[in-house]
């Protein structure tokens, strides 16, 4: 279970990013297929992946997911 994340939704797909699972802040990506009913894990397609990151915002423009604000390590 994941608290302080964001999600979108993009053509039937609601991807879930960042936020607390277990007490442990998140950068990964999970999706939920709402065609297939199945959720799945999204991989990283380059080396440069945000940091971990809770409390803050996202949108979708153009079928990309942005993000903004919110907390890191450091607070």
């Known amino acids: 279970m994941r608290d302080e994340h964001t ?3 993009n053509d039937g ?3 879930v990013f960042g936020g607390f699972e277990r007490g442990v802040r998140q950068n990964s990506i999970i999706c939920y297929d709402f065609n297939t ?3 799945s894990e999204v991989n990283a397609t380059s080396s440069v992946c945000p ?3 809770a ?3 996202a949108c979708v ?3 990309k997911m942005y993000i903004f ?3 890191d390590e450091d607070n």
Do not use: D, Q
């Open 37 to 39: 009913a199945e959720w």
């Open 55 to 57: 409390g803050h915002s």
């Open 51 to 53: 940091p971990t990151r």
């Open 7 to 9: 999600a979108v939704l």
């Open 69 to 71: 604000g919110g907390k």
């Open 13 to 15: 797909i609601m991807y």
């Open 61 to 63: 423009y153009e079928g």
